[in-house]
């Protein structure tokens, strides 16, 4: 990414006149990501809470609660009981907007403090947070505003 700052950078020296907008980008990853780190943490508190043996234990619990099993019906493996837990966790929106404000830090930081360009000239613009917007890896993309 330092590279990357640097030909912004001096692409902005070059033009004095134009200022950037900052959009960070959710990728499908991030999303992901951040639905397993939701669900790892309910589940460790599970554990806890309920005293049971080990992690697979509160995956079953979890799974069982959430997709009751037809009596007679073993569960599915564990790898795959919390695969479906995570299919349908939910999007943990406020986490996925603090990734986005901290990644659009990062840039404007490693602009400013870095590569010495004025903080205003670089405007924060909407975050692309849904995570249908983001195709292919989480980012900051760059604008020319007024």
Known sequence: MGEHLTKVADFLRRAPAIRLGLTPVAGPADVESLKGQELTARLQARQREQKLPDFPAAVLAEFKERFPLVPGTPPPAPDAQLARLREVEAVPE?????????????????????????????????????PAAGEGDGRVEFQIVQ
């Open 94 to 130: 406020a986490k996925v907007t603090e990734l986005l404000a901290r990644r659009e830090r990062v840039v404007r930081d490693g602009l400013v403090k870095d590569q010495g360009i004025p903080d205003e000239r670089l405007a924060a613009a909407e975050p692309a947070a849904a």
